[in-house]
Structure formats: C-alpha cells, structure tokens
C-alpha cells in the first residue's frame, strides 16, 4: 500500500461517517436486519446533483449499488484491495471509483447504534461519485469528504426528517415502506 493509497482510503472510510458494521457471517445477516431505502436511489442521486450544481448526463455511467444485505463481504475487500491495496475487515460504506461502484450499509443495527439512514449515507457516496465522474477530483483531497458530509447532513435535513417523509412520498417508494 503506498501513500496516496492510504491517503485515500483513509478518506474512504472517513466517508462511513459513522464507522463499519461488525464482521458477521452468514451473508451479512438475514434480510430483516437490512433496513430499507426511503428513497429511490435515482432520486437520492438527482438531489445530490442539483445540490453540486451538476447536471446529470445519461452518457455517463451511473454506479453499481452494492448494498450490505446482499454482498459478501470477500467482494468489498476484494474491490477495496484492487483500489487501495488494503482489506477491511468489516463492511464499510465507500463509493469505488475504478469500478464505479458504492457498497452500502444497510443494516438497520448499524444505523440505530450510530444514527443516519442509508439513504444519506448513499447521498454521501453520491457526492464521491460525482466529484469523480463529472468533475475529476481526486478523491484523497481533504475538502472532497467535507463536501460529502455537508451535503449529506442537507440530505437528511431536508429529505429525510419525519415530517417531510410524510408530507413528501418518494417518487418511486418501495412497497415495503408501507408509504
Ligand atoms: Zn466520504
């Protein structure tokens, strides 16, 4: 692992905001403890762009989702190997630039232990997304992790606070919401 790697992957898991979920085994947990986007991603991704001030273009590729609940963890540290030559031992929440993908937590102990949603934690990795593929930042600068947390606490300001939840159904919400 040489420095710049380090450098980036300590941003990468500063991006976590509030840390790794513990080792577990069996496929990270049965599905009930996943919790739910609110939100459909695209919609989450457009607020975040509008909030940059970037205008999204349909030639560019858009980011594999990779959510907790449904990836082994062997294919994080596999990636986070590829990318920063280095193996976290829990699944970490991180946006992976050369291939294009962010691996999200979604366990719902995670987020009651530590607050947040899954929601603006993957508005968070939608900031890294953009910042590499529409502006070219490099990611081991250490503004890029500010402006993902700001715009992540605007997020969940502004989508994700109970009232406006109900006042303000997602454009495409999951049946299981129940909204
Ligand atoms: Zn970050």
Request: charged share 25%.
């Amino acid at each position: 692992m040489n420095r710049t790697q380090g450098r980036l992957w300590a941003a990468a898991v500063a991006a976590l905001c509030a840390g790794a979920t513990a080792p577990s085994g069996a496929l990270n947990g049965a599905s009930e403890r996943a919790a739910a986007l609110r939100h459909d991603p695209r919609f989450i991704l457009e607020a975040v762009a509008r909030r940059m001030g970037i205008r999204l273009r349909p030639e560019v590729p858009l980011p594999a989702i990779r959510l907790e609940s449904r990836t082994p963890l062997a294919r994080l540290q596999a990636a986070a190997e590829r990318e920063w030559g280095f193996r976290p031992r829990a699944f970490v929440s991180v946006y992976a630039p050369a291939g294009n993908a962010i691996y999200l937590i979604d366990d719902a102990t995670h987020y009651r232990r530590h607050g947040g949603t899954p929601d603006d934690s993957l508005a968070h990795e939608f900031v890294h997304y953009l910042q590499a593929a529409y502006r070219r930042d490099a990611l081991d600068a250490d503004w890029v992790e500010s402006e993902a947390v700001s715009v992540q606490t605007w997020f969940r300001s502004e989508y994700m606070a109970p009232k406006r939840l109900a006042a303000r159904p997602a454009p495409r919400a999951r049946p299981e919401t129940g909204r």
